[in-house]
């Protein structure tokens, strides 16, 4: 499809309509049909959508159009990826959402963003660097660290520490993500403290390859997450 054929609210209403279609694997593959750095704002544009099934599909889209890019104009591509840093600054007068989730997502589809990005991105999680103190914002940080850490699990591996604070938080999405992280990492370090909560039942929501399932943070305990 030619660049010059979309004009911008075209090309969100078709993403839009290509996230929200029942066939992940076809609407990825359709995104990879799209103008790459044309398809960047108006998956952003979602990441803020009160539909949450069409917010995680576009974190998951945008790891999709950026790794793609990166193939070809790699630069771009780190424009891409500084944008979503400059969010989760202070000094943008945002908040970030969907940033951590999506850095995540691309780097666990592109080794050379994630050698780049992947020390940004834990940084966000380090009490001693770049810490996001928003609980939203640290649960996209949890599972964008997961999605890496299942990818690319020596990219995260120093991460470790500072995830596992994250197993005593009141919100049942840290522990449970906190926990799935931490067994990507086969950390036996921490095997204990993750054991502890083997009978934790509180259900959080759980995104995976284009779908939300229900669990609890018992399932990350004994491995019953996707994509255990």
Same mark, same amino acid.
């Given at each position: 499809?030619?660049?010059?054929?979309?004009?911008? @609210?075209?090309?969100? /209403?078709?993403?839009?309509?290509? +996230?929200?279609? &029942?066939?992940?694997?076809?609407?990825? $593959? =359709?995104? #990879?049909?799209?103008?790459?750095?044309?398809?960047?704002?108006?998956?952003?544009?979602?990441?803020?959508?009160?539909?949450?099934?069409?917010?995680?599909?576009?974190?998951?889209?945008?790891?999709?159009?950026?790794?793609?890019?990166?193939?070809?104009?790699?630069?771009?591509? @780190?424009?891409?990826? /500084?944008?979503?840093?400059?969010? +989760?600054?202070? &000094?943008?007068?945002?908040?970030?959402? $969907? =940033?951590? #989730?999506?850095?995540?997502?691309?780097?666990?589809?592109?080794?050379?963003?994630?050698?780049?990005?992947?020390?940004?991105?834990?940084?966000?999680?380090?009490?001693?660097?770049?810490?996001?103190?928003?609980?939203?914002?640290?649960?996209?940080?949890?599972?964008?660290?997961? @999605?890496?850490?299942?990818?690319?699990?020596?990219?995260?591996?120093?991460?470790?520490?500072?995830?596992?604070?994250?197993?005593?938080?009141?919100?049942?999405?840290?522990?449970?993500?906190?926990?799935?992280?931490?067994?990507?990492?086969?950390?036996?370090?921490?095997?204990?403290?993750?054991?502890?909560?083997?009978?934790?039942?509180?259900?959080?929501?759980?995104?995976?390859?284009?779908?939300?399932?229900?669990?609890?943070?018992?399932?990350?305990?004994?491995?019953?997450?996707?994509?255990?």
């Amino acid at each position: 499809m030619h660049e010059s054929d979309l004009t911008h @609210r075209a090309i969100k /209403r078709l993403i839009r309509d290509i +996230l929200k279609g &029942e066939d992940f694997v076809a609407a990825m $593959g =359709a995104l #990879e049909g799209l103008p790459a750095r044309r398809a960047v704002n108006p998956l952003i544009s979602f990441f803020c959508s009160g539909d949450v099934r069409l917010r995680w599909r576009a974190v998951s889209g945008m790891g999709v159009v950026v790794s793609r890019l990166a193939e070809t104009e790699m630069e771009s591509a @780190r424009v891409v990826m /500084r944008r979503l840093m400059w969010t +989760l600054n202070d &000094e943008s007068g945002g908040i970030g959402w $969907g =940033a951590p #989730e999506a850095m995540g997502e691309i780097t666990a589809r592109h080794v050379g963003l994630a050698r780049e990005f992947a020390c940004i991105l834990v940084s966000y999680i380090r009490t001693d660097c770049n810490f996001l103190e928003h609980p939203v914002l640290q649960r996209g940080v949890l599972w964008g660290l997961g @999605r890496l850490a299942h990818a690319r699990p020596e990219m995260v591996q120093e991460a470790a520490p500072f995830i596992v604070p994250f197993l005593e938080s009141t919100d049942a999405f840290h522990r449970g993500h906190a926990v799935w992280l931490l067994r990507a990492l086969n950390d036996a370090l921490h095997a204990s403290a993750i054991d502890a909560l083997a009978g934790d039942q509180t259900p959080f929501q759980f995104y995976f390859d284009g779908q939300l399932y229900e669990m609890t943070v018992a399932d990350a305990v004994h491995g019953r997450l996707q994509p255990e």
